[in-house]
């Protein structure tokens, strides 16, 4: 869910990354206690219209969520023979609507202005020895590398499919393993090379 930002000048847009982070923080803890189906179909109208206002696109908007569709039918699937089918129903709508805001921040704002206002949020923790320079690289380089191994499967996906071993469990994970500690491998290099080697 990283990588994804839309351009736009929607209001969602323009809206400043600090106060994004914190209505999505105060959006996903409301939907903690959203139990009842009411107040999750009032809160699923909320963030229709929230991505409606910000104009991202229905295909940008499926492409945050559809990692999450077989989580939701296990889920689903899992609760209902826990629960009922309200609380089933009511729960999984909370996760899907708690992904679909994080995935709305995400799609319309640039992962710097994100890394900017969280560095801004930590300053006050200077005293107790936290460098928030530091936080915000250390953010941005975990944000980074999320689609760069998807990246890095997905090509070995289509090696793997192409030499007819698509069932092959080690045929994936062996280079999908040796690609990441590639990647992070240059990633301490460039690291080091710029002094932030400790």
Known sequence: MTGAYVPGRSVVHRTPAGLKLAVLAAACTALVFARSLVAVGVATAVVVALYALARVGVRAAWGQLRPLRWLVVVLLVVQVLIADL????????????????????????????????????????????????????????????????????????????????????????????????????????????????D
Request: hydrophobic share 55%; charged share 20%; glycine share 8%.
């Open 86 to 197: 309200p609380t089933a129903v009511a729960l999984t709508a909370r996760l899907v609507l708690a992904v679909a805001l994080a995935a709305l921040v995400t799609l319309t704002t640039r992962t710097t202005d994100l890394m900017a206002a969280l560095e801004r949020a930590l300053r006050p923790l200077r005293r107790a020895g936290v460098d928030p320079g530091r936080v915000s690289l250390l953010m941005s380089l975990a944000l980074r590398s999320v689609p760069v191994v998807a990246g890095i499967a997905g090509r070995i996906r289509e090696a793997r499919c192409a030499r007819g071993r698509e069932r092959s469990v080690r045929a994936f994970a062996v280079p999908l393993v040796v690609g990441v500690l590639r990647h992070a491998d240059a990633m301490g290099e460039a690291l080091q090379a710029r002094g932030l080697d």
